[in-house]
C-alpha cells in the first residue's frame, strides 16, 4: 500500500544525476511531460534494484520499517469506539509494485498523480488495541499480521518550490495523499481479548468474514499514517536534489 508514494522517491534517483553519486549506465532520463517514460522507469528501477541503490538514493522498497503508527482512534458519537495503534510495523512487498499510470511531470507541475497496483503486501508487528468495531469488543496487545491482495493505490501531491544559491529550483511535496484499495484482506491477530485465545480466535474468524466494514474504518487511517511518514521521507530527498535537473531537456 506504500509503493506509489516510494515511486516518487524511485523518480527523484530515475531522472536525477543525485549528488551522492552517478546513475546506472542502463537507466536513462525521461523528457519533460512524457509521463509513459516516467511510469516505465519507475516500474523498471523496482525490478533491478528491489533491495535499494545508494548511488542514487533509493531506499529498500522490500522491507519498511514503522514506528507508532495510529491506525484508529475512538470519536466521540461514532458507532465505532475503537484505538488500534501499531507500536512497530514492518511491511513487505513493495518491490512488487507496478506503476500503471502517471501524470503532471512537467518542468512547472501542479498535481502529480501515480496509479499502480501491487498483488501482495504483508505488514507484521506489535499492536495495542482497545474498545469496539461491528459491537466487538477488543482490548488487546500482541503480534498481529495484516495481508492485503491485490491494490491498487492511487496518490496526488503537489509540489512547493524555493530558488536556491546555486540558481536552481528545489522542490518539496507541501501535499500528499494515498488512497489503497484492496480486492482481499486477511486479518491474523494474537489476543485480541486479553488472555483469552478462544475468544480471540473466534474474532479473527468474524474479522476476516467482515473484511471490507473492518477495512472501511482503518482505510483512512492508515492511509494518512503512511502518507504522512513518506511525505517526510520524500521531502528529505527533495532537499537534496534539484528538480531543474530531472529531465533530459
Known sequence: MFKS????ITIMG????CHSGELPSDIVKCKAGDNECVRDRTTEVFKKFPKGNPAFGLPNISVLSLKNITVAKAKAG???????KFLDLTVYGMERAITVNTTGWT???KTIEMFSYVDFVKMEGVYETNGKILLLTLNGKGNGVVELINC?????????FEQRNDGKRYAQASKLKAVVTPEKMVIKMENLVNGNKELTDTLNSVLNENWLDIWNELSDGIGKAISLVFKNGLNSVLNELSYDDFYSE
Not at 530515475?14 to 544525476?17: G, M, N, P
Not at 461514532?78 to 488500534?84: G, V
Not at 491498487?152 to 512547493?160: A, I, M
Open 5 to 8: 508514494v516510494l515511486a516518487c
Open 14 to 17: 530515475v531522472l536525477l544525476e
Open 78 to 84: 461514532s458507532p465505532t469506539q475503537l484505538n488500534f
Open 107 to 109: 518542468k512547472q507541475p
Open 152 to 160: 491498487t493505490v492511487h496518490t496526488k501531491l503537489r509540489f512547493d
